[in-house]
């Protein structure tokens, strides 16, 4: 299979220009094997992870811990998983693509039979800490793995759908993992997460994988030390990174207490919530990736996080099922139009040898935002209560407009400069 990416000389292909400068010489098709591949793959990937958010606290609990205990070890999972982050972007540009893919898939299927072999809790701790790191690795070796195969006209609509994966997973998984936890238990529940694992290994077979020529990756280790840290972390990715951060601080807050807010106020149900989210989230995935190649991020940014504001005025001032159901429906529509619009920017003129540390950047300030929202929430809550928490938080969203006005869309990765040639 051909890339986009590699219709460039050496001299261009190494430079920071657009890849849309060069003639189009191979299909513009979206819908390939490979993508319909990394689709099925993205949502057994996900669906894995997120059956056993709801589970594993309850197989916590029955190993004797409690409920700061289930607090501690998802904080683990958490902070080990954005740790991995940057490393596993780095050993995707430097080392191998397809054997840091591969051996993080088969991990993630042997991870699940060890929880169920050695119910001791703290191995479970370690083995928890483990698997955010592993799943660290293989999120962000699909995320590089579907940015090389898409082609660079259709790229925010490629990402749009296959974010739907995602969504589809949010809304389905966690009720799968109940069902099978309530009604077969911990080991068929394991073995299920490590079953989906397995049918990710297959489906990786029959996916290509870019590797990168061993002549770049031996530049790139003859660098000084200092200089291969700060490259974990990539500069083109960051104006859309930062966006993404700020746009996204609020919602680590709505994730982590509205279950607990519905249940205080008495005004609904926390999983419908996330299910209106989930839906919303994958409607408007289906029109924001065209949008985002044909006009650009800014408007999806700007109406994005004006949604996630309506979204947040509706739990201050609602009172009532309608207004918090609404609320998840907006919350939805700002995901589903800020995240495929800002994760095309974040590698739209990234060359092929950096895509990892750039996809990595990206899903790094996903990462913080959430549990950095989560933990300020936390403090606020415990101090003013739910509704001046969330409209505090409410305050990041005017910022994130203003650094993307103001800051990221006069960079060189904005639609605008591309466009322009700048």
């Known amino acids: 299979m051909q890339f986009p990416h590699l219709w460039h000389t050496k001299n261009k292909y190494l430079s920071r220009q657009p890849v849309t400068d060069a003639p189009l010489t191979v299909s513009e098709r979206l819908w390939t094997r490979d993508f319909l591949a990394m689709a099925a793959l993205n949502l057994l990937l996900s669906v894995s992870g997120n059956m056993l958010v709801p589970t594993m606290p309850f197989y916590i609990i029955d190993l004797g811990g409690n409920e700061f205990i289930v607090g501690f070890i998802a904080a683990c999972y958490s902070a080990f998983a954005l740790i991995m982050r940057p490393f596993s972007g780095w050993m995707l540009d430097n080392i191998s693509r397809k054997q840091i893919f591969y051996l993080s898939v088969v991990l993630l299927m042997l991870i699940p039979i060890g929880y169920a072999l050695i119910p001791i809790l703290a191995m479970v701790l370690a083995m928890r800490c483990f698997h955010g790191m592993v799943w660290a690795a293989a999120s962000t070796a699909a995320n590089t793995n579907i940015c090389d195969i898409l082609p660079k006209s259709r790229f925010g609509e490629g990402i749009a759908y296959y974010?739907?994966?995602?969504?589809?997973?949010?809304?389905?998984a966690p009720m799968f993992g109940l069902f099978l936890f309530e009604r077969f238990g911990y080991t068929v529940l394991f073995g299920g997460v490590s079953?989906?694992?397995?049918?990710?290994?297959?489906?990786?077979?029959?996916?290509?994988?870019?590797?990168?020529?061993?002549?770049?990756?031996?530049?790139?280790?003859?660098l000084p030390l200092l200089l291969r840290l700060a490259k974990l972390f990539n500069r083109d990715a960051l104006p859309a990174s930062?966006?993404?951060?700020?746009?996204?601080?609020?919602?680590?807050?709505?994730?982590?207490?509205?279950?607990?807010?519905a249940a205080a106020e008495g005004i609904g149900s926390g999983g419908l919530y996330f299910t209106f989210m989930a839906i919303f989230t994958g409607v408007c995935r289906l029109f924001s990736g065209k949008t985002a190649d044909k006009n650009g991020e800014g408007v999806l940014v700007y109406i994005g996080d004006c949604s996630f504001l309506l979204g947040l005025v509706l739990l201050i001032f609602g009172h009532s099922p309608l207004t918090f159901y609404l609320s998840a429906c907006f919350y939805g529509i700002g995901y589903g139009?800020?995240?495929?619009?800002?994760?095309a920017m974040s590698v739209r003129i990234v060359p092929l040898r950096r895509r990892g540390s750039a996809s990595s950047t990206f899903l790094c300030s996903w990462d913080v935002s959430f549990g950095l929202g989560g933990i300020i929430g936390g403090a606020l809550v415990?101090?003013?209560?739910?509704?001046?928490?969330?409209?505090?938080l409410g305050l990041s969203l005017f910022a994130a407009m203003a650094y993307y006005r103001f800051s990221a869309a006069k960079s060189p990765s904005a639609f605008n400069a591309v466009k322009q040639g700048r």
């Open 337 to 343: 139009l800020t995240i495929p619009a800002l994760q």
């Open 382 to 392: 415990t101090w003013l209560g739910y509704r001046p928490m969330f409209a505090i």
């Open 163 to 172: 974010g739907l994966t995602n969504s589809l997973s949010m809304a389905l």
């Open 195 to 222: 079953a989906c694992a397995l049918l990710v290994l297959l489906l990786l077979s029959r996916v290509s994988i870019t590797e990168l020529e061993r002549s770049e990756r031996t530049a790139a280790e003859r």
């Open 242 to 261: 930062i966006t993404m951060f700020l746009s996204s601080l609020p919602g680590g807050a709505v994730s982590s207490f509205i279950a607990l807010y």
